[in-house]
């Protein structure tokens, strides 16, 4: 079979094969997902449901979105993001993922190597594959919450790098990364004129006292920063297909050149329920971030009940964390994951599938219910108090 070298070189999804598996199994403890377990806020349903009966969604859209949706979306960005947008600047993408995919089409040359951190979000590395450019992963610090030192990052600059690629707050760490170390990358990226791609799907979901920080508020880092933002998180999308991505006006016309071949537009009903999304209430972001707070502190208590089994992180942000497993056994995460799931009907992502150093760890979302996490940690409990006996 004559498949591109490109796509072979791509890792099958360990995260699509976990759901895949645990498709053959009754009563599963999902902690595997990524995805909002609370459905769409009725108000955006019910401005979809308005533009379909008002026959606005049975064709294209500008190849760009709608423009009332990205007028609401300077908006946003000025309010929440302190991005000096104009509505030229804007590109409506299908999810984060593709405005992500068509930024790194834009940017990167064969061969050209990209900066990224690891652990870090699998398909960003796929997306640098894709292009058939070189992902360089510059490990976080776990000794220092997942921190990522700039330091670090200028070592891996060499003559062939073309772009930095980060999500903040990270999958699957949960790390925030602070304004400090962002302010430091933008200028390691000014002195090499690199650009930086930025993917910013957990935004709000930032605890406690950190705060969020986009790169693009940085004046200098205008013509430098692409950043990629999602409805997917934000109000519980993830089916809707609908994010946008903004940079510089001379960039966007040409990642609009790499969106039309994958997409021509967003879909155009999704646009409609984004712009019901962003005129709306904003409460239910309040709800959902109070949510994945309190899931998280018991997730926390519930793992220091396995310090003997588990060490971990707290996460500061997103609703991911990424616990180490302290096992004796040889066991890589991928079998651990295997096991868990074949054994007691817990579904988790093994680490291996966000990097080299992710190996040794599991991701666990708490984007779920309380009684979920208690479900799934009930049996681990009993689990691994039965084999040490
Ligand atoms: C960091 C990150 N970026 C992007 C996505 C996907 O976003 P979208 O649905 O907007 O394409 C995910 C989904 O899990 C994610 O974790």
């Given amino acids: 079979m004559s498949v591109s070298k490109r796509v072979k070189q791509i ?28 459905g769409t806020p009725e108000h955006i349903n019910e401005a979809a449901i308005a533009a379909i009966k008002n026959n606005l969604t049975g064709g294209y859209s500008q190849s760009d979105g709608l423009p ?15 991005i000096e947008a104009n509505i030229s600047e804007l590109l409506v993408t299908i999810g984060a993922i593709e405005g992500l995919a068509a930024a790194v089409m834009s940017i990167i040359d064969p061969g050209d190597e ?25 490990p976080l ?10 330091e670090s990052i200028r070592k891996a600059i060499t003559p062939k790098t073309k772009a ?29 004129d690199l650009v930086v791609i930025t993917d910013e799907a957990y935004e709000y979901f930032v605890f406690e006292e950190k705060k969020h920080f986009s790169i693009a508020s940085i004046p200098e880092m205008k013509k430098n920063a692409i950043s990629c933002f999602t409805f997917t998180k934000t109000y519980a999308m993830t089916g809707w297909r609908i994010g946008y991505l903004h940079t510089d006006q001379e960039l966007i016309s040409q990642i609009k050149k790499a969106h039309i071949p ?41 793992l220091d009940e396995l310090s003997d089994v588990f060490s971990y992180t707290k996460p500061d942000g997103s609703y991911l964390m990424f616990p180490r497993m302290l096992m004796k056994q040889d066991q890589d995460s991928l079998q ?24 040794g760890h599991i991701r666990l979302s708490f984007c779920v219910t309380e009684n979920m996490v208690n479900k799934a940690f009930d049996r681990m409990k009993t689990y691994f108090q039965g084999r040490k006996t």
């Fill in 164 to 192: 930095i690629m980060y999500c903040s707050p990270s999958n699957p760490t949960g790390t925030v990364f602070s304004e400090e170390t962002l302010r430091n990358i933008a200028a390691i990226a000014l002195e090499h």
């Fill in 68 to 82: 009332e949706l990205r007028k609401e979306i300077v908006t946003k960005l000025a309010r929440d993001n302190k």
């Fill in 141 to 150: 610090n776990e000794d220092n919450e997942f921190a990522w030192d700039p």
């Fill in 114 to 138: 990209v900066i990224l951190p690891t652990p870090t979000y699998s398909t960003h590395i796929s997306q640098v594959e894709l292009a058939s450019g070189k992902p360089v992963l510059v």
């Fill in 336 to 359: 651990f994951s295997k096991k868990l799931l074949k054994d007691i009907q817990v579904s988790t992502t093994p680490g291996i599938a966000f990097g080299p150093t992710g190996e």
């Fill in 11 to 38: 890792r099958k999804s360990a995260i699509h094969e976990m759901t895949r598996l645990s498709a053959q199994y009754d009563d599963v403890a999902f902690l595997s997902w990524a995805k909002p377990t609370s």
């Fill in 262 to 302: 994958f997409a021509i537009c967003a879909p155009v009903v999704s646009q409609y329920a984004a712009i019901g999304a962003l005129k709306g209430s904003q409460d239910c972001i309040t709800n959902f971030k109070e949510h994945y707070f309190k899931t998280r502190n018991l997730m926390c208590e519930r």
